[in-house]
């Protein structure tokens, strides 16, 4: 292993998630900031969501109503990847990438990226949910990395995650024939009698199978919390639906090499529904366009 420690990743196989510190140096998560806060100031000269991802739909996602030029409230930024050179490097290269070659490599690629952003008093709790059902590979080696922009704790919209649910069902995010986003509740409160509340300092990365439970509080504090959010995969697993994200850089090797094998494991689920709007939450809420 180049970067985690032997015990990071027994811990990873065995809750599903780990939280390592100091996944960014200190210059590259100032820039990353800095990159944010420039785009919070373009945010003032927007009514209505705004800029272009490939397929069209918005970049910037803004919360409305709520979001004013005195008041910008800027929720989302969509493959941030493509934009900006800062989130360029902590996506691609560095330590995360290298964590999550130990994880599930030797070879990984890039799937999609997010900014999402949860401001002071702002109702953005995500619900239940695994994050395998929205994004379908022929395998199940998947990690999200979730690098903390800010420090998050407890008042301030920290994850919850079911440690040790990856190694249980996957939870159907249907109800009959509805796509909500949102993990079967059956299942969910077994995750709710394992769920512990990450805490995360700012610089810190969560790294979480791809098939664990987890979920989102609401901030309720006074502190905003961003997380920059990548999801990779071996680099052996295809998609087997759309990107919910479409990104240029889909398919980038990230470690390793191309090796244009797949490899299939056995499970069964109902295909998810692409978000209209960019984001899951919309679906989550019953918002989505
Ligand atoms: O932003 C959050 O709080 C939750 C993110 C999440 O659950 C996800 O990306 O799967």
């Known amino acids: 292993m180049r970067t985690l420690a032997r015990d990071e990743f027994d811990a990873f196989w065995r809750d599903g998630a780990i939280v390592v510190n100091d996944a960014v140096t ?3 998560l100032g ?5 944010f806060d420039r785009w919070v100031e373009e945010s003032r000269s927007h009514s209505t969501n705004y800029g272009e991802m490939i397929d069209g739909r918005p970049r910037f996602d803004l919360q409305l109503p709520g979001h004013t030029a005195e008041m910008p409230v800027l929720r989302r930024v969509n493959s941030p990847t493509e934009v900006s050179e ?6 691609m290269k560095g330590r995360i990438p290298e964590m999550v070659a130990d994880l599930i490599g030797p070879n990984v690629k890039f799937h999609h990226s997010k900014i999402n952003a949860k401001h002071p008093g702002s109702a953005t ?4 949910h695994q994050d395998f059902p929205f994004t379908p590979h022929t395998n199940s080696d998947l990690v999200t990395a979730l690098l903390a922009l800010d420090d998050v704790g407890n008042e301030n919209g920290p994850l919850i995650v079911g440690m040790g649910s990856h190694l249980g069902p996957l939870a159907s995010i249907w109800k009959g024939e509805t796509f909500t986003g949102i993990a079967d509740a059956e299942i969910s409160r077994g995750w709710e009698h394992s769920a512990s509340t990450l805490a995360m300092p700012a610089g810190s990365v969560c790294l979480m199978h791809t098939c664990v439970g ?6 309720i504090g006074k502190r905003p919390r ?3 959010i990548v999801v990779y995969s071996a680099e052996d697993a295809i998609p087997l639906s759309p990107n919910p994200l479409p990104s240029k ?5 990230v470690s390793g090499h191309k090796t244009g094998r797949v490899r299939s494991s056995a499970f069964d689920l109902k295909l998810p529904e692409r978000p209209k709007t960019g984001s899951f939450f919309n679906q989550q809420t019953g918002y989505d366009g």
């Open 26 to 28: 200190p210059d590259q």
């Open 226 to 228: 961003r997380l920059f």
């Open 214 to 219: 987890h979920c989102s509080a609401a901030n």
């Open 31 to 35: 820039s990353m900031c800095q990159e």
């Open 86 to 91: 800062n989130y360029f490097a902590g996506a």
């Open 249 to 253: 850089h889909e398919g980038m090797i």
């Open 125 to 128: 709790a995500v619900q239940w």
